[in-house]
């Protein structure tokens, strides 16, 4: 991606304190760019789309539909909206993900399994120019809510308890439904906050299961984490 002389300026959004970048913080300390947040449990604020080179937009346990109570998503999916239709590159993750669906006008609603385990995606055919994921690799979900594909988005991933786990909009907005900056501190954040979510079901683990995994996956996820964010910054011809 071109940015000229100044350095990239990469703002978050955010909307739980416990939510925090993973391995995304390893892949920003190494870009040297200026980093920014909005925080909407602390403040609504949001800033100029003009002047950012990549939005990251996070997860939380609330609903994109939930525009009633938390009336900042109704400024969050137009910010998003501006920025996609800007050509600014955009990472959508989980709610972050759900609310570039909702933001291009596509109907999100509860799925019909919830996830909160290590399970594979499967690659889907997508043009040449989009990104390409690997066949079979183990991600891990934490999700309840699913979503129809937008108008003109590329479907790049499904899992067997959810079709839509990946999708991209023109080249620069991607949304996933699983977690690639997943670390072992950023997995215990998510256990914690819905440890009362881990039922029986088949897309359900046990958290001891969801604990054993081997570091091994972590780096496998956090490096397909840092392909997926140099997609988006690349420069486009």
Not at 81 to 100: D, F, M, N, S, Y
Not at 128 to 133: E, G, K, L, Q, V
Not at 195 to 209: F, T
Not at 216 to 225: A, C, E, K, P
Request: proline share 8%; hydrophobic share 45%; charged share 20%.
């Amino acid at each position: 991606m071109t940015r000229g002389v100044h350095p990239m300026h990469v703002h978050v959004l955010q909307r739980v304190p416990s939510d925090g970048l993973g391995s995304i913080a390893s892949w920003l300390a190494q870009q040297n760019g200026v980093i920014t947040h909005t925080r909407f449990f602390e403040s609504p604020d949001l800033p100029d789309p003009a002047g950012i080179d990549l939005v990251i937009a996070r997860g939380g346990p609330m609903s994109v539909n939930d525009e009633r109570d938390l009336c900042w998503l109704v400024a969050e999916k137009a910010f998003l909206r501006t920025c996609i239709a800007a050509a600014k590159p955009v990472l959508g993750i989980c709610l972050g993900a759900e609310l570039i669906a909702s933001a291009l006008g596509a109907r999100v609603y509860p799925g019909p399994y919830q996830e909160i385990a290590w399970f594979p995606i499967e690659a889907t055919p997508a043009p040449d120019s989009a990104f390409a994921f690997p066949q079979g690799v183990t991600v891990f979900h934490s999700r309840g809510e699913t979503f129809d594909l937008p108008p003109d988005a590329v479907r790049l991933a499904r899992g067997a308890g959810c079709a839509n786990q990946a999708f991209e909009v023109g080249q620069r907005a991607i949304g996933l439904q699983f977690h690639l900056e997943a670390t072992p501190a950023a997995a215990d954040a998510i256990l914690t906050r819905c440890r009362n979510e881990l039922v029986d079901g088949p897309y359900i683990q046990a958290e001891a299961v969801i604990r054993s995994a081997p570091s091994s996956t972590y780096d496998r996820v956090n490096g397909l984490m840092a392909e997926v964010l140099d997609y988006l910054i690349r420069e486009v011809g």
